[in-house]
């Protein structure tokens, strides 16, 4: 049995990391694993859903072909870089025209070029492509108020309150009428998956690209699943493929058949989360902004151009790194404690180190502080045989605001960084990001056109 | 090829279905009439609006960015994209 589709030709599988799942089904929303053979399949003694998955076909290329046609018909790469030239960075996206190149997302400029000398390179413009995430928001929220907004190019529309009747064959014709709009009003093509969740959804809007629709029916999943290999399950990236195929894992017939209780010795929660993907089960509810669980991390990165070694032009930007991400924390309603640094030493390899504060914050400063310090200490080991090419920051071990906060010391006798940062906040709130900064930001942080806060 | 131009012009320009359209340009002494609108978008710089147009000219293949900013009212031709 086959899934029902229609549109283009077949392309690559998940492209997420580690078994996150981000956004999909977590820890909480596990039902206990029984002994023997698991679970049955999906939704079984369960409200069926239908769940829809867009995902916009090669996003950025695809708005900057229709904005400039000067670029339709040849490979383009839209880059992240800080270099006029596009000859640093890293790939954002590349055209369906640049992929039979080998040409994708994340790989370095250089190489693609490498790959493809006549690629066409432009800077990623994030405000237009915002702009046009906007308007395919409103356009989807038309069908259904429950419209969880995934990623710049991905989103889930649960249909289930708008399908009294009808069934697979009215959502069907739903997910057509909005793939034909978003072509009509937006000039785009989006590849559509309907499935009885969000893990199928996702994984059915992947079995057809570009400007495909594929249907999943829960009675169908055993037989579609089984068969494929168990990297095309979601969030099963190359460390985890690697670590299954060892265990003789090929398929994800393999994993649906082996013992949950061992999957779960071995990877712990994450094992039991593999073995009801693998059956196609995923209880995640999708969720409207604003009502979302628990964040797990906040983080920014950014390429260097030609890379660097010298450790004020590095402070420089991860004090911006700093800004935008505690800018996003506070708007989100976040307090973290773990301060992670990582770095991309050449092209080659890289690593991260972390530190934990005493208290939970959302300053900018606090957050620089510690970055600047384990910055410092990485610069003084000697491991850096070549320029750091990436500087990334994240902050995790999160809680909610509202929770409450505790006042350090400097904070009760000077509670002037309080209030700068509120007032900070209302002006970007009601001017934008851009309106007030640092004026050591102003040189590394404007040139890429990127909004780090956005 | 994008080259940056980033330098002021002279637009006119029609509102038509409560959209602001431009219609002519004119930069280093030259007119350009625009044939077709490609894209567009807006975007806030603190408390200005930035709209920004892609066209194209009757004669030419290349596509013209025009920015008009709400800071000082006026129109710049911030790119222009050329195939080769």
Redesign the interface.
């Known amino acids: 049995m086959v899934p029902s589709t229609s549109g283009g030709s077949a392309d690559g599988g998940c492209r997420m990391g580690d078994f996150g799942m981000r956004g999909l089904m977590r820890a909480r929303d596990l039902p206990p694993v029984p002994d023997g053979c698991g679970e049955g399949s999906a939704g079984e003694g369960e409200r069926l859903r239908y769940v829809l998955h867009l995902d916009m076909d090669a996003y950025f290329a695809a708005?900057e072909q229709?904005?400039?046609?000067?670029?339709q018909g040849t490979p383009l790469v839209v880059c992240h870089t800080s270099s006029?030239f596009c000859t640093h960075g890293v790939v954002a996206t590349a055209s369906y025209e640049a992929r039979p190149y080998g040409i994708k997302a994340g790989m370095p400029v250089w190489e693609a070029r490498a790959r493809c000398p006549r690629v066409?390179m432009?800077?990623a413009d994030i405000?237009?492509y915002l702009?046009?995430t906007r308007l395919l928001v409103r356009l989807c929220e038309g069908y259904s108020p429950a419209c969880e907004v995934f990623s710049v190019d991905e989103l889930f529309l649960d249909l289930t309150p708008r399908l009294d009747s009808g069934g697979w064959e009215a959502a069907l014709g739903m997910a057509r009428e909005i793939k034909a709009r978003v072509r009509e009003e937006l000039g785009l093509s989006c590849s559509v998956g309907l499935g009885p969740n969000k893990l199928v959804a996702k994984m059915a809007s992947e079995f057809e690209k570009p400007d495909g629709l594929t249907l999943i029916r829960p009675e169908q999943l055993p037989e579609i699943l089984a068969p494929l290999p168990v990297e095309r399950l979601v969030g099963v990236g190359p460390r985890l493929t690697r670590r299954l195929r060892g265990m003789g894992i090929e398929s994800i017939g393999d994993l649906a058949a082996f013992p949950p209780r061992v999957l779960e010795r071995r990877f712990g929660v994450v094992g039991r989360l593999l073995h009801l993907a693998s059956r196609g089960i995923d209880h995640s509810p999708v969720t409207v902004a604003g009502t979302e669980e628990l964040l797990k991390s906040f983080g920014h990165s950014l390429s260097l151009r030609g890379g660097s070694d010298d450790l004020e032009e590095l402070s420089n930007t991860l004090l911006g790194l700093a800004e935008a991400v505690t800018r996003r924390m506070r708007r989100q309603g976040y307090l973290g404690r773990t301060v992670c640094l990582r770095l991309r030493i050449g092209y080659g390899w890289g690593y991260a180190r972390s530190l934990t504060l005493e208290e939970h914050t959302y300053s900018p400063r606090a957050v620089f502080q510690a970055a600047r310090s384990l910055l410092e200490q990485e610069a003084a080991s000697g491991k850096w045989t070549e320029k750091v090419t990436t500087v990334g920051l994240s902050v995790t071990q999160l809680r909610r605001i509202r929770e409450g906060r505790q006042l350090s010391l400097p904070e009760w006798e000077d509670p002037r960084e309080e209030r700068l940062l509120e007032s900070l906040d209302r002006l970007r709130d009601?001017?934008?990001e851009?309106?007030?900064t640092r004026a050591s930001l102003l040189g590394t942080f404007s040139v890429s056109g990127m909004n780090l806060a956005s | 090829?994008?080259t940056?131009i980033e330098e002021p012009v002279e637009v006119s320009a029609v509102f038509r279905r409560r959209r602001m359209m431009p219609v002519s340009f004119a930069w280093r002494g030259r007119r350009y009439r625009i044939r077709r609108i490609?894209?567009a978008?807006?975007?806030?710089?603190?408390?200005y609006l930035e709209i920004?147009f892609?066209v194209?000219a009757e004669g030419g293949?290349?596509?013209y960015e025009l920015r008009f900013s709400t800071e000082r009212m006026a129109w710049w031709l911030a790119r222009i994209?050329?195939?080769g």
């Open positions: 708005v229709r904005d400039h046609p000067v670029y006029d066409r432009v800077h405000p237009r702009y046009n009601k001017y934008g851009e309106v007030i | 090829m994008v940056v490609a894209g978008y807006q975007r806030r710089r603190g408390q920004w892609s194209l293949e290349e596509v994209h050329a195939a």
